[in-house]
């Protein structure tokens, strides 16, 4: 690795911009976004979906400020942890967590867009504006510098104990992002020094040694903002974590398997939905949440660059060449797939339901950058303002009020859920509800399912539709049955031939030979409708009977506003039926 050709960028304060085009979106950043974003932050949109943002930093501070009075005697009270988004019932809130177990990070990404602007048009008011909601989010820190409100306002003995799902390295992650933005842009370091006290908590808590847990992040972004926290401080300890994630990340025996008390057989890959099947210097393919991963190889080059690493800048540029050269679309888009927001098989490349999120476009620009810092290769170049002008730039309305993320309706107010397994599923979105048709393989996917439901469409599943009784289509049943939904499926006409128990077994092996389930990830490229986006060891299927069966042929059924024409079609099954909307044709 040769250092004369590294690079860095101009500090953002030694650089005004006066291109028309670009000071034009800036200053709409400026006059529009920030403010309707922090007015977003504080709940006061009306008609939007609201944050809690700020509202938990001022809760978790009301914690912190009793645990220091009573000291000793201090009893936290405990809200579950079982949610992803906590929402008030009944317009009721208590004392606990609402909104996304990610939503601090709402704050510590616009404090980033406030420092970057700051940078071009000094606002005092806005400054003002700022250090005033850092001073509560800072009233929030624990005195052993943790700082994430899910868990300081809902349980702080469950701290760390979810790496994989709850997000807690994630929000560190926007935190320190947003602190060193801040720090260069206003010389304030209130906000630094949070970050600074966090990460050194993590580092006592996490890595090798005595009473310290291997684990490391589930969303990734913790290892780039280190890098950034060590590039700022020059602390070795800094990036010494930073190196012990990307390390440690895909070895097995895997954290994640431990954190949940499960045990991988011997020869099989598990968690490539968050990069962490294999150690990062021998995945070969772009994978698994294309947020997630483009992160995580930000970091990686960041770390290869200050350790002058050959080998994980050998991964990195494998990785960049499998998603550029095979997993991109011509606009720079990645990400095609809207299950888990992840990238799909090589050159699974669909046009009309592309998903292509803004963040994951956002990320490449993180990553090219940073392979351009390295390498002054033309291609990094072409490919970060590849996905500036149409990932990025896209995202955000004219108005600078409106904001897409992804559009993954085949029409209105109809999702179609595909890949996750070799079964489908189909959201149908009722005034009120979601009319869920089928469930998915197993408890376990049919949970990822939910969690795209609740981001997504945010409404209550009312109705369950089995399409047929095959158990690829009804396994998943379990994990929709908080919302006590109808559950609708359709008789067999004929009884079942007596001695079909008798076969169970060899049509059980030759349904295993057929779909992979003995397969491991690497081994099981397709199940003929899509790669298998998870693996069947250690998963469960959670029947749930029907609530209403038909036995006519035919039933006509409005569902919270919604038309629905029922028709049995005997093929795969004698109970298998089709479903038709009149009113929306389809």
Not at 200 to 221: C, M, R, T, V
Not at 244 to 258: A, L, M, N, S, W
Not at 343 to 364: H, R, V
Request: with cysteine.
């Amino acid at each position: 690795m040769d250092q004369k050709n590294f690079s860095k960028p101009l500090s953002l304060a030694k650089v005004q911009v006066t291109d028309a085009f670009w000071k034009k979106e800036m200053e709409l950043v400026r006059t529009e976004v920030i403010p309707y974003q922090w007015n977003a932050l504080n709940d006061n949109v009306p008609g939007a979906a609201p944050s809690f943002c700020m509202r938990n930093y001022r809760r978790a501070g009301e914690v912190e400020k009793e645990r220091k009075a009573k000291g000793d005697k201090f009893v936290q009270i405990k809200y579950p942890l079982d949610t992803f988004e906590t929402l008030p019932k009944d317009g009721k809130m208590d004392g606990r967590f609402y909104g996304f177990l990610f939503q601090d990070t709402d704050f510590t990404k616009w404090v980033e867009a406030v420092a970057y602007s700051l940078t071009q048009h000094p606002d005092p008011e806005l400054e003002k504006t700022a250090d005033e909601a850092i001073e509560a989010v800072c009233a929030a820190q624990r005195e052993d510098g943790y700082l994430d409100t899910y868990y300081l306002i809902n349980d702080q003995d469950m701290i760390f104990t979810n790496l994989k799902d709850n997000h807690e390295l994630y929000c560190f992650g926007h935190l320190t992002e947003g602190a060193v933005a801040y720090y260069q842009a206003t010389g304030k370091d209130r906000l630094l020094k949070a970050a600074e006290r966090f990460a050194d908590f993590i580092a006592s808590k996490l890595g090798h040694g005595e009473g310290k847990k291997a684990g490391y992040p589930g969303h990734e972004i913790a290892e780039m903002a280190l890098m950034r926290l060590y590039d700022l401080t020059g602390e070795q300890k800094y990036l010494d974590l930073a190196k012990y994630f990307i390390d440690e990340r895909g070895t097995k025996p895997y954290y994640y398997d431990i954190e949940r008390g499960l045990t991988c057989p011997e020869g099989e890959e598990r968690y490539s939905y968050n990069q962490a099947n294999r150690p990062v210097r021998q995945q070969d393919e772009v994978q698994g949440h294309s947020v997630r991963a483009v992160y995580l190889y930000s970091g990686m080059a960041d770390v290869a660059r200050a350790t002058q690493d050959e080998s994980l800048l050998k991964a990195c540029e494998t990785l960049w060449n499998n998603m550029v050269h095979q997993k991109m679309y011509v606009t720079g888009g990645i990400g095609a797939t809207h299950i888990g927001e992840a990238f799909s098989f090589n050159y699974d490349l669909p046009n009309d339901t592309a998903y292509a999120e803004t963040c994951a476009s956002i990320g490449l620009v993180f990553f090219a950058r940073r392979m351009l810092e390295i390498q002054a290769k033309a291609e990094y170049a072409d490919v970060m303002e590849l996905a500036l002008y149409n990932g990025v730039l896209s995202g955000m309305a004219l108005d600078g009020k409106s904001f897409f993320y992804v559009n993954t309706e085949i029409t209105k107010g109809i999702w179609h859920i595909t890949g996750l397994g070799h079964s489908n599923s189909i959201c149908i979105e009722g005034e009120s509800s979601v009319i869920l048709i089928d469930t998915l393989d197993s408890l376990e996917r049919g949970k990822i399912l939910l969690q795209f439901i609740e981001e997504k469409i945010r409404k209550r599943i009312s109705t369950i539709i089995y399409t047929h009784g095959h158990p690829d289509h009804r396994g998943g049943a379990g994990a929709f049955m908080e919302s006590n939904p109808e559950v609708i499926a359709f008789s067999p006409i004929t009884p079942s031939l007596e001695g079909t128990a008798m076969l169970q077994d060899i049509q059980n092996q030759r349904g295993s030979r057929q779909f992979g389930y003995n397969l491991t990830d690497g081994e099981n490229i397709s199940q003929g409708i899509g790669r298998r986006e998870g693996i069947a060891y250690g998963e469960q299927r959670v029947f749930v009977p029907p609530t209403t069966v038909y036995q006519q042929d035919q039933v006509v059924r409005e569902i919270d506003g919604i038309k629905l024409e029922l028709t049995r079609v005997p093929g795969e099954t004698e109970d298998q039926i089709m479903i038709w909307l009149p009113e929306k044709k389809v």
